[in-house]
């Protein structure tokens, strides 16, 4: 519940900001040197010239990116703009000289696509991020690769997960934990197949494991995609994937890999899923246990049930400034992104390989974990 209340206030506050910022365009944009030459002295026509050059924007951003990231893209030029008009304030006030405002204009264009630009290139470019780890049960050394929210189609197609699978490949991982959002609502079935077969490329000692995130099973009848769960974990299978459903595997007869049913299937798909505290009652409690949640909200039970470490995705690593840390002031997340010890429980959030719809990161990236796990 506490998820679905922070998208829906984010999207309240992305809707009451988006008619703020086209308010606010169309002031600045009328009192422009071209606008008010075209617009005479008709303030109705100065303010129509205004929509329509704002529209036309819009339009074409929709058109080129999508709808939400145009409106991504709206919110950043009018909070540019606004800094602009601050530090030009400052400058009238200290030099006692009048800046044109076309000048103000221009210079919160570019700083704002300069801005975007960086942002993109923080979502289409991924970095390999590590941890080191130590346990005192007998585990000897495991090198864990973690990826989450791939979202299969945002930033990269089926086919070309393959040049991560060969990053993943170079950093010669004892086993693989993909750890939810493979998919995405909108995956196509040929890029999700083809992802799938990316994945059988893997190089592994012990594997690869997936466990569900809050979109891989889809929403409703998934006739827009052309498959459901079912179909996904048949791919998956079929390529050499483990898929854990609330399910436990010893391997190797070291350590423990739970994958955890996603909290969606509690809060919107009706179902249910084993406590932490359950699962971990069947368990030999001297060997290494990882828990695969994609979701980090269930911290406190968790810790209690002694889990060794869980790993988790979901966030984006908080997606964009100033809201990355929304989901834990509400209540939604306990972390939004990176490493946590809690008593015995390491804790570790990852920002995902890619992202969900939006084609930009500010104050976080996207990356792929390497953790080193040694014993003590």
Same mark, same amino acid.
């Given at each position: 519940?506490? /998820?679905?209340?922070? @998208?829906?206030?984010?999207?309240?506050?992305?809707?009451?900001?988006?008619?703020?910022?086209?308010?606010?365009?169309? !002031? %600045?944009?009328?009192?422009?040197?071209?606008?008010? $030459?075209?617009?005479? #002295?008709?303030? #109705? %026509?100065?303010?129509?010239?205004?929509?329509?050059?704002?529209?036309?924007?819009?339009?074409?951003? +929709?058109?080129?990116?999508?709808?939400? !990231?145009?409106?991504?893209?709206?919110? *950043?030029?009018?909070?540019?703009?606004?800094?602009?008009?601050?530090?030009?304030?400052?400058? %009238?006030?200290?030099?006692? =000289?009048?800046?044109? $405002?076309?000048?103000?204009?221009?210079?919160?264009?570019?700083?704002?696509?300069?801005?975007?630009? +960086?942002?993109?290139?923080?979502?289409?470019?991924?970095?390999?991020?590590?941890?080191?780890?130590?346990?005192?049960?007998?585990?000897?050394?495991? =090198?864990?690769?973690?990826?989450?929210?791939?979202?299969?189609?945002?930033?990269?197609?089926?086919?070309?997960?393959?040049?991560?699978?060969?990053?993943?490949?170079?950093?010669?991982?004892?086993?693989?934990?993909?750890?939810?959002?493979?998919?995405?609502?909108?995956?196509?079935?040929?890029?999700?197949?083809?992802?799938?077969?990316?994945?059988?490329?893997?190089?592994?000692?012990? /594997?690869?494991?997936?466990?569900? /995130?809050n979109h891989d099973k889809g929403y409703g009848d998934n006739s827009s995609r052309g498959y459901d769960g079912t179909m996904l974990i048949s791919q998956l299978e079929a390529n050499g994937v483990t898929v854990l459903q609330d399910d436990i595997i010893l391997v190797d007869?070291?350590?423990?890999?739970?994958?955890?049913?996603?909290?969606?299937?509690?809060?919107? =798909?009706?179902?249910? %899923?084993?406590?932490?505290?359950?699962?971990?009652? #069947?368990?030999?409690?001297?060997?290494?246990?990882?828990?695969?949640? *994609?979701?980090?909200?269930?911290?406190?039970?968790?810790?209690?049930?002694?889990?060794?470490?869980?790993?988790?995705?979901?966030? *984006?690593?908080?997606?964009?400034?100033?809201?990355?840390?929304?989901?834990? @002031?509400?209540?939604?997340?306990?972390?939004?992104?990176?490493?946590?010890? $809690?008593?015995?429980?390491d804790f570790i959030v990852t920002s995902g390989i890619s992202d969900w719809e939006i084609l930009f990161k500010s104050g976080c990236k996207s990356e792929f974990v390497v953790i080193d796990v040694t014993d003590v």
């Open positions: 519940m506490n /998820g679905m209340l922070m @998208w829906a206030g984010i999207a309240l506050a992305v809707i009451v900001a988006a008619v703020g910022a086209f308010i606010f365009l169309i !002031n %600045r944009l009328m009192k422009l040197g071209f606008i008010q $030459r075209f617009g005479g #002295s008709k303030k #109705s %026509r100065k303010i129509l010239l205004s929509i329509v050059i704002i529209v036309a924007g819009f339009a074409i951003c +929709s058109i080129w990116m999508s709808a939400i !990231n145009a409106i991504i893209v709206l919110l *950043h030029v009018i909070l540019i703009w606004a800094i602009c008009d601050l530090i030009m304030f400052i400058i %009238r006030k200290v030099t006692k =000289r009048d800046i044109a $405002r076309e000048i103000n204009a221009i210079a919160a264009i570019v700083i704002t696509v300069a801005y975007l630009c +960086s942002c993109y290139y923080m979502l289409f470019h991924v970095w390999q991020t590590n941890y080191s780890l130590t346990t005192s049960k007998t585990l000897g050394s495991l =090198r864990i690769v973690q990826f989450a929210d791939s979202h299969v189609g945002t930033s990269f197609s089926g086919k070309e997960l393959i040049k991560y699978v060969e990053e993943i490949n170079s950093c010669n991982p004892d086993v693989v934990l993909i750890t939810g959002d493979f998919v995405d609502d909108s995956t196509s079935f040929v890029d999700m197949k083809d992802a799938c077969e990316a994945l059988s490329h893997l190089e592994t000692k012990y /594997g690869v494991y997936f466990s569900f /995130g007869d070291l350590f423990y890999i739970v994958g955890r049913q996603d909290k969606s299937e509690e809060t919107q =798909r009706g179902s249910s %899923r084993l406590s932490a505290q359950e699962i971990m009652a #069947s368990l030999d409690d001297s060997k290494y246990v990882i828990f695969m949640d *994609h979701q980090p909200n269930d911290y406190d039970n968790e810790e209690a049930a002694g889990c060794d470490l869980v790993l988790s995705g979901h966030t *984006h690593g908080g997606q964009l400034l100033p809201v990355n840390e929304v989901g834990v @002031w509400i209540g939604a997340n306990d972390k939004t992104y990176g490493y946590e010890r $809690r008593s015995g429980t």
